[in-house]
């Protein structure tokens, strides 16, 4: 069994920085993948950031230079770096991982991964 627990939100201003941290147990093979979601109310969750097991990455435009995705392979953790945060980042932040048999396409599509986390509130005032 897979579970996933987020940490690292909070509230912060506009060109601040956040580190999300998602801690996972549970087994997973070599090729898996693991990604941030978001979703903002009263609208669909999307795809941020997602990272494959052999590292390859895979950003949404609207992050890209600003966010970075990383994994502790020692830890089982994954992390998102956000720098230079703008009030449109603001959104309930999701971890999702497929443990196995990962492609290199849709990395960022919702239906790619198996398991979720409980997600983690990042606000970023203006």
């Known amino acids: 069994q897979v579970q996933l627990v987020e940490s690292g939100g909070g509230s912060v201003q506009a060109g601040g920085s956040l580190r999300l941290a998602c801690a996972a147990t549970?087994?997973?093979?070599?090729?898996?993948?693991m990604a941030w979601f978001r979703q903002a109310p009263g609208k669909e969750r999307e795809g941020v950031a997602a990272?494959?097991?052999?590292?390859?990455?895979s950003y949404t435009d609207s992050v890209k230079g600003r966010f970075t995705i990383t994994q502790d392979n020692a830890k089982n953790t994954l992390y998102l770096q956000m720098n230079s945060l703008k009030p449109e980042d603001t959104a309930e932040y999701y971890c999702?991982?497929?443990?196995?048999?990962?492609?290199?396409?849709?990395?960022?599509?919702?239906?790619?991964?198996?398991?979720w986390g409980q997600g983690t509130q990042v606000t970023v005032s203006s």
């Open positions: 990272i494959r097991g052999d590292g390859t990455t």
């Open positions: 999702a991982a497929r443990v196995a048999n990962c492609g290199r396409l849709l990395l960022l599509s919702r239906g790619s991964y198996m398991y």
């Open positions: 549970g087994y997973f093979s070599s090729t898996y993948c």
